[in-house]
């Protein structure tokens, strides 16, 4: 999951949630509470939505990802390795939060 880890992708991901409006997990919409606004964003990872397999073939797109906390995000690939294939935000969500 290397791409994953592209600090450039991610950085742009949060800029451009800012700018619509504010920072949110896609999967447990909680905002952050009490924490230093300059430091908020560390919670939060970028997440790609299609699998990587498929992803590779073309260049990544911001619409491919969504914003995860990272809590969410360490579930999210614990319930696909479990359901051995990649889930969309939905299935993980129903899968992890039972919603
Ligand atoms: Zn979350
Ligand atoms: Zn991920």
């Known amino acids: 999951l290397r791409r994953e880890r592209d600090p450039k992708l991610r950085s742009r991901l949060i800029e451009l949630r800012k700018k619509e409006g504010g920072l ?3 999967l447990c919409e909680k905002v952050p509470g009490e924490v230093q ?5 560390s919670i939060y990872e970028a997440h790609h939505v299609i699998p990587l397999a498929v992803g590779d073939e073309r260049s990544t797109k911001l619409s491919d990802m969504v914003l995860l906390c990272a809590c969410c995000h360490r579930l999210v690939h614990k319930a696909i390795a479990s359901e051995g294939r990649w889930l969309n935000l939905t299935e993980a969500r129903t899968i992890i939060y039972g919603k």
């Open 37 to 41: 606004a300059n430091l908020a964003e």
């Open 24 to 26: 949110i997990c896609d």
